[in-house]
């Protein structure tokens, strides 16, 4: 009687235990189901806000290359047509493109059309000088407003005075669509044109080689000091207190906080040494400082990986040390030491805080050829349009996003490639 | 000048290099003995005391150039009795003018003289700088040359200037946290020279202050951090609430219950997010989760701001997961199998064993892993900069808006760089306190860490 009782509360609590035992697991299992869906959310967020904005949208507009509007005869040198009175063809098309425009309306259809509309009336006339005195049906760029209407991003349902467009304005835009007079193409501009006030004629291709040239500073200065340093620390430096300095200044600087390189940026590199400002030569010196101990941690693992009977191999037929470590022990570390570079070059590139700091936050409309000119880069790039209240750059900050993540995946990709191709298990 | 003077060096060493090489032979030849090293040692050593001048010169005159001819051209300028300059203007001016003739129009004749005699200085300069880097090359070549016998031994010589090298490539380390502190305790020092350091440190005021006119002082702005220190406390707290519990747990679950397969495709996956950029994350809490949690707030009929203390705190937890899910991880796994066994061998279950004896065991670890994540939350800043706010605000409740030391920070040096107002110099106070507090949080949680490791091994 007793005995069974007895059985009956270890049964019980033993189903009590392996009840916590399940419910625990399960905790552990949402978890960690629950980053991933933080992940997939983020990921769905930047694609869903970011994939309009390789779109644009363009709108038919007839031109009339009139000779004596533009000041030209048919022929002209292509100087005197660079100097063509295009904004005056203009004038005249969107005063023509609806039917009996009041004055009043014409400023309202002018709303409707890019600022970028006077060069790209150009650029048709230049390509094709023949067309001068025919009229023309070219497809121009759109005004953001327009182009936010047509993908949705912006609503009609909002009082009129908190719209971008008013609905005179709308009744064009509706027009428009029903004599299929706009559509939406492939938006070019995003990848050819540098940052600019005008959200439809904005692009990456300034802030992308920014990037390109501020990591390739980075690449310079942090590559052959880190291995320089890694190899020192790995193989000569002698065990004692300096170097045990040198080990824990290593591993407290891969800690300290981005901004505070910047903050040494700007106190040293542009108040000490007055290098120019907000330029990839600054913003990589500082990138490379912030992303040397990565490198060096990377480095010494796989220099620690080459196994000694290498480099004892070397000394025993009569090399030097120098010559066991650089002809030997380095060369089979390279492929390593080139993936923790790639992987630290990957962080450099995502790094925001120390390029504000050095100032490439500023507004920089063209594209830079150099490493001391004035340039943007893709993460500041993304920070000012996110910055922004105009509602076109949103999608492009999501898109300038999608850039830079692929950007991301493509190194992480090398870098793995190369992990896999030439690493050797010894 | 940057791509000719390259070009200029490598044509330099590379005929340093052969010179070297050919010279050695001759001469070992004549003396009719073996030269000590081989000859490319000779040509190294050739081409290292014709690099190494020539690097210092050119880096020296990239440098210091221009500011040598701004220095020059300024004082030289003759300024107008009476009239204000701003010397940083009128520089860019006078360079304006030099690099763009078409700009000279309207400017004045002082103006016009100091462009001509800038872009004429900039002339010389140039010219200096090719003949230098010349003769510097020459003379090094020169002087390595004068070395070339056969009894000379080139490779022991080579050998201890790479060591040279090496041991500068490993104190750039070194230099670098000299050159952090010091920026930061000298611009700091400037900053509490106008500013009492109790003011900073306990005052509930954070009003900075720009004078504009004559005659006001930046003084009267009111440099109290502490509504600053409190919302980086709030901001923090909110994103270990989250980090915390879901990485560690995801850290448990994969160390422990987790098969190979799922361990082998989640940690990658884990890897990507925190290999995502913060601002990827900042965009992420400005779009989706500040809304969000507008919504959500109002829906309890409290009134969240729009940047609130809450979105940003959430996402930076996010961000954070991976980085206490691994070292928690590592932490987990470096718990001797033995204790585990034991626990499993006297009729413990799974979960009981993880709570009881592995949590335990690994404690010491596990809180190193959080203060670094902490200081990692402290630094962040571009999820702040974008959704939290940039007013001071002391409060508790995290719907409100608060801002934190590393907004500030950004705040202050955005726009005109003035080093003369204590607004400028407050991101240095600021980033000195950053800095002392991260450094503090790491080297305590290295220290914990490596005496738990050693407590195992």
């Not at chain 2, 500013?195 to 006119?213: A, K």
């Not at chain 2, 585990?340 to 949590?359: F, P």
Request: one cysteine or more; proline letters at 4%.
């Amino acid at each position: 009687m007793n005995n069974s009782v007895a059985k009956e509360k270890i049964i019980s609590l033993r189903k009590k235990r392996s009840l916590e035992d399940m419910r625990f697991k399960y905790y552990g299992f949402t978890a960690m189901c629950l980053s991933l869906a933080v992940l997939v959310f983020l990921l769905y967020t930047i694609f869903s806000k970011g994939y309009t904005a390789f779109q644009k949208t363009i709108v038919l507009l007839e031109v009339d290359y009139n000779q004596e509007v533009l000041k030209l005869t048919p022929d002209s040198s292509v100087e005197e047509m660079e100097k063509g009175k295009f904004f005056r063809v203009k004038k005249q098309a969107i005063e023509n493109f609806f039917p009996d425009l009041s004055k009043s309306d014409i400023k309202l259809v002018k709303k409707l059309f890019s600022i970028n509309v006077d060069n790209e009336i150009k650029d048709y006339f230049l390509d094709n000088p023949e067309v001068i005195n025919t009229k023309q049906q070219i497809w121009v760029t759109a005004h953001s407003d327009v182009d936010q209407l047509l993908k949705g991003n912006s609503r009609r349902d909002v009082p009129e005075d908190r719209r971008k467009l008013n609905d005179i304005q709308l009744s064009y835009v509706d027009q428009l669509v029903e004599e299929k007079r706009v559509k939406q193409v492939f938006n070019n501009f995003f990848f050819t044109k540098a940052d600019s006030r005008h959200p439809e004629i904005a692009g990456v291709a300034g802030s992308f080689m920014g990037s390109l040239f501020t990591l390739f500073t980075v690449f310079i200065l942090s590559f052959p000091i880190a291995i320089g340093a890694s190899v020192y620390l790995e193989e000569f430096a002698p065990k004692n207190r300096i170097t045990e300095l040198i080990e824990v200044n290593i591993s407290n600087l891969a800690a300290v906080p981005s901004i505070v390189f910047g903050l040494l940026g700007l106190g040293v590199l542009l108040n000490v040494f007055g290098l120019p400002r907000s330029t990839p030569l600054v913003g990589g010196s500082v990138l490379a400082l912030m992303t040397l101990p990565t490198i060096i941690i990377a480095c010494r693992a796989s220099l620690k990986a080459v196994p000694p009977s290498i480099k004892e191999g070397a000394l025993a037929v009569g090399a030097t040390k120098t010559q066991a470590v650089f002809h030997h022990v380095v060369p089979l570390a390279l492929p390593g030491t080139l993936t923790g570079t790639i992987i630290g070059l990957a962080q450099a590139l995502g790094e925001t805080a120390p390029l504000i700091m050095i100032g490439m936050i500023a507004f920089i409309p063209n594209i830079p050829t150099g490493l001391t000119e004035p340039s943007a880069a893709l993460p500041v790039q993304i920070y000012l349009w996110v910055e922004s209240a105009e509602r076109g750059f949103q999608e492009k900050s999501a898109a300038a996003i999608m850039v830079i993540l692929i950007f991301l995946f493509m190194m992480n990709a090398i870098a793995v490639f190369l992990r896999n191709r030439f690493e050797r298990k010894w | 000048m940057f791509f000719w003077s390259l070009v200029l060096i490598a044509v330099g060493i590379f005929s340093s290099f052969i010179y070297g090489r050919s010279r050695i032979k001759l001469n070992s030849k004549k003396q009719g003995t073996k030269s000590k090293s081989l000859p490319n040692y000779y040509a190294q050593y050739v081409l290292i005391w014709c690099l190494f001048p020539a690097l210092i010169v050119y880096f020296s005159w990239a440098i210091f150039q221009e500011q040598i001819i701004q220095n020059i051209v300024i004082s030289k300028f003759e300024f107008i009795e009476g009239a204000v300059y701003n010397e940083g203007l009128l520089l860019a001016e006078i360079r304006n003018v030099a690099n763009n003739p078409s700009f000279a129009d309207g400017k004045s004749i002082e103006i016009i003289n100091a462009a001509s005699h800038y872009s004429s200085l900039r002339q010389i300069s140039q010219i200096s700088f090719y003949t230098s880097i010349i003769i510097i090359m020459l003379l090094g070549a020169l002087y390595a040359s004068q070395k070339l016998k056969p009894e000379f031994h080139a490779q022991h010589t080579i050998e201890r200037y790479i060591q040279y090298i090496l041991i500068f490539c490993s104190s750039v380390a070194i230099f670098t946290t000299i050159g952090i502190v010091f920026s930061l305790i000298f611009e700091s020092l400037r900053f509490f020279a106008e500013v009492s350091i109790f003011e900073f440190l306990f005052s509930t005021e954070w009003y900075p202050f720009i004078p504009i006119r004559e005659g006001q002082t930046a003084a009267e702005g009111s440099f109290g951090a502490v509504p600053i220190f409190a919302g980086t406390f709030l901001v923090m707290v909110v994103a270990m609430c989250v980090a915390a519990p879901l990485g560690l747990l995801t850290a448990i679950y994969l160390a422990e219950y987790a098969s190979k397969r799922v361990r082998k495709t989640v940690k990658p996956l884990l890897e990507i997010l925190a290999g995502i950029p913060t601002i990827v994350y900042g965009f992420f809490a400005f779009v989706s989760v500040a809304p969000f949690v507008k919504a959500f707030g109002q829906s309890f009929g409290i009134d969240a701001s729009p940047t609130s203390a809450l979105a940003a705190g959430m996402v930076m937890g996010v961000m954070i997961i991976p980085f206490i899910s691994s070292l928690s991880d590592d932490v987990i796994n470096s718990v001797p199998q033995s204790l585990r066994e034991a626990s499993l061998g006297i009729g413990a279950n799974k979960a009981e064993t993880i709570k009881k004896v592995i949590l335990p065991a690994a404690l010491p670890g596990i809180v190193g892993a959080f203060l670094l994540a902490i200081s990692r939350a402290i630094g962040e800043t571009m999820i702040v900069v974008v959704a939290a706010g940039t007013a001071p605000n002391l409060t508790g409740n995290p719907f409100e808006n608060v801002t934190t030391v590393t907004v500030q920070i950004v705040v202050a040096l955005i726009g005109d760089q003035e080093f003369d107002n204590p607004r400028t110099l407050s991101a240095f106070a600021l980033g000195l306190v950053l800095f002392v507090i991260t450094l503090f949080l790491n080297i305590i949680a290295l220290q914990i860490v490596k005496r738990y490791r050693e407590r195992y091994e």
